[in-house]
Nanobody, 125 residues
Framework: QVQLVESGGGSVQAGGSLRLSCAASGYAYNTYYMAWFRQAPGKEREGVAAIRDDGFIRYADSVKGRFTISKDNAKNTVYLQMNSLKSEDTAMYYC???????????????????WGQGTQVTVSS
């Protein structure tokens, strides 16, 4: 129903920027929450940012003011612009999609049915 493919990861120095892309396919794309999660070794997967087609956006406190999530519906693509990167941002980043849910659950990985394979982001200090 929904397929997601991430790209744009890489290795950068602290203070640098990266833009991640998530190409989505599926007729329900515009009705779904789209989100970015990340997971570092030995840590739980955590929500980074989420967006809904009506413009609703939520960010994790750790990335507010530095990251921006956006959508290009014509291209069925979700982006995560990451600025002022820190070593703590190093993780595997995953794109996820889910049908409407309670907004309180937006950053719960178990609530998402569709996932990309991930793209690695490494920030050196």
């Amino acid at each position: 129903q929904v397929q997601l493919v991430e790209s744009g990861g890489g290795s950068v120095q602290a203070g640098g920027s990266l833009r991640l892309s998530c190409a989505a396919s599926g007729y329900a794309y515009n009705t779904y929450y789209m989100a970015w999660f990340r997971q570092a070794p030995g840590k739980e997967r955590e929500g980074v940012a989420a967006i809904r087609d009506d413009g609703f956006i939520r960010y994790a406190d750790s990335v507010k003011g530095r990251f921006t999530i956006s959508k290009d519906n014509a291209k069925n693509t979700v982006y995560l612009q990451m600025n002022s990167l820190k070593s703590e941002d190093t993780a595997m980043y995953y794109c996820a999609a889910q049908a409407p849910m309670n907004a309180l659950a937006l950053f719960r990985p178990d609530k998402y049915n569709y996932w990309g394979q991930g793209t690695q982001v490494t920030v050196s200090s």
